[in-house]
């Protein structure tokens, strides 16, 4: 096993893809799309639905003028994934199935997209290894089976970038419908994601390290600044309802693991050493494979075209968002999963060394096993979130006319997730539904509308999720003892849930007194006969 430092490609079809076309069948170049099919398809409906999943659930179930409405409140930087889903659905199915499904075919093609990017930046064997890093590279199939629009967003990015490299080789006809196109499909990515505006200014960098001719300069530079200004409305408006957003970091030095393992794993993810090991075996083929591309820069002809293209794509966006998150907490996995293209070729770009050929089909494999470890965590049915646990259970043992308050209130967006389960249930804990609020949560009814709410149904749910402690708002026990409500069941469930019903008094005064007196709600009930 070795590595030809310093030496020169070993063909030239690697080095000048334009003159040496691959084929898609013969060459295999579809393998990776396969393998990211099948990873990513694996077990794809096991994890119950996140949170986050339940907001799109929420939006795209939505009339269009209920949809138009919420972006004008909320999350409007997801806007074009909403309305895209919002069309989708419109021709029926199971609305996560579905929005699984559409993940899933946007990282296939988004392997599909870094393999070919890899074949135009050096030949077959840095395709076939770049589409299968991605494929295996855990946040793939972790992003494939979410209903979130990471997936989409790093399909869009890849292709603009491989259009951007034909373009910049001048190998188009008709090169003003294709900078059309570019500027099309770069503004539609920064309507899916805000941070693919990063991409559009490393792609200019790309530009100003390869010079072309003064003609595609231009074009290029309009097409930049014509996403740029189009995009502004979209700031604008997200800037303001940048409350919606959570799960963000201010990047910290004790953050370095998070940093490091941004395009090879998850959060949930981090204290597996397999993780991190796959991370540096990565970054490291990624270094070693840059310091030889650059010692053999003076033969190796593409060494210029690739690296202007991936380090800017790959670095620009990570930089900007540490940056940032050092005024704003504005950091988050998620976000990059759109360079994670980028740094798959640059990875493969270390890996295609290794010699004999064979050592690369053994490393890629190595990935693989180093991978399976993080599968199993993001597979598991409770990787996300126990949704689908809750829902369940309400549905068992709650009856049509009951109410429900849920704990933080945010995790009421779960009923556009499971609508049957929660069909005839009312949110007595809200003056407006989230269709009326035209938000996700709905707006909390405080004080004597609470009151009011609990006085139309028979019996309340309690879902409490473990995040939210298990500590009942001091105004809904009073609004509950005023309205004469007492604890008559509590249930435990997974990931630290809990579900309490409460019953008014006159129909719980015949249960077992210790019951009564669980919750610190005085109960009165009349003295036995």
């Not at 196109?181 to 790309?206: D, I, P, W």
Request: glycine share 6%.
């Amino acid at each position: 096993m070795g590595l030809l430092v310093g030496s020169a490609p070993a063909s030239s079809a690697e080095q000048t893809p334009q003159r040496a076309r691959p084929r898609f069948w013969r060459d295999a170049l579809w393998l990776p799309s396969v393998v990211a099919l099948v990873i990513g398809g694996f077990m794809l409906m096991v994890p119950q639905p996140h949170w986050d999943e339940a907001a799109s659930a929420s939006a795209a179930t939505r009339t269009l003028p209920e949809l138009l409405e919420l972006l004008g409140n909320q999350d409007a930087v997801h806007g074009l994934y909403y309305l895209l889903m919002y069309a989708i659905l419109q021709f029926g199915g199971p609305t996560l199935l579905i929005g699984r499904l559409v993940s899933l075919l946007a990282i296939v093609s988004t392997t599909l997209g870094t393999t070919m990017l890899g074949v135009r930046l050096g030949g077959r064997a840095l395709g076939l290894t770049s589409g299968l890093v991605f494929a295996l590279l855990p946040v793939s199939s972790h992003f494939a089976m979410q209903m979130r629009s990471q997936a989409l967003t790093a399909a869009v990015v890849v292709w603009a970038s491989l259009l951007l490299l034909r373009l910049l080789d001048d190998d188009l006809i008709h090169t003003r419908i294709w900078w059309f196109g570019y500027g099309l499909l770069m503004l539609a990515g920064v309507y899916l994601s805000l941070v693919v505006l990063a991409v559009v200014a490393a792609h200019v960098v790309t530009m100003v390290i390869l010079r072309p001719p003064r003609p595609i300069a231009i074009q290029m530079m309009v097409a930049a600044a014509s996403v740029f200004v189009l995009a502004l409305p979209l700031v604008l408006l997200g800037s303001n309802q940048s409350e919606v957003v959570g799960g963000l970091i201010q990047v910290a030095p004790k953050h370095w693991r998070t940093v490091l393992e941004t395009w090879t794993t998850i959060d949930a993810q981090q204290d597996l050493g397999w993780s991190l090991a796959l991370s540096l075996v990565l970054w490291l083929s990624l270094i070693v494979g840059a310091i030889v591309s650059y010692r053999s820069r003076r033969t190796d002809t593409g060494f210029a075209r690739r690296y202007a293209l991936l380090l800017p794509w790959l670095l620009l966006p990570l930089l900007g968002l540490i940056v940032v998150s050092q005024f704003s907490e504005w950091y988050a996995v998620r976000f990059l999963f759109l360079c994670a293209p980028a740094f798959a070729v640059a990875a493969a770009c270390g890996l295609v060394l290794l010699r004999p050929r064979w050592l690369t089909a053994v490393a890629i494999v190595l990935l693989f096993v180093m991978a399976i470890p993080a599968y199993r965590v993001d597979r598991d049915v409770h990787a996300k979130a126990n949704t689908g646990d809750v829902a369940a259970f309400v549905a068992d043992e709650a009856r049509a006319g009951d109410g429900v308050v849920f704990l933080p209130d945010r995790r009421a967006r779960m009923m556009a997730l499971f609508p049957r389960e929660f069909a005839g249930l009312r949110l007595v804990g809200v003056k407006a539904d989230p269709i009326r609020a035209a938000n996700f949560n709905g707006l909390r009814a405080k004080g004597p509308l609470f009151e009011r709410n609990l006085g139309t149904v028979a019996r309340v749910w309690f879902v409490r999720l473990k995040a939210h402690g298990n500590q009942m708002p001091a105004s809904y026990r009073r609004a509950l003892s005023n309205a004469s409500y007492a604890v008559s069941a509590r249930h435990s469930l997974s990931e630290g849930t809990v579900v309490v019903r409460y019953d008014r008094v006159p129909q719980v005064c015949g249960l077992d007194p210790e019951l009564l007196a669980y919750w610190p709600i005085r109960v009165d009930c009349p003295a036995e006969q």
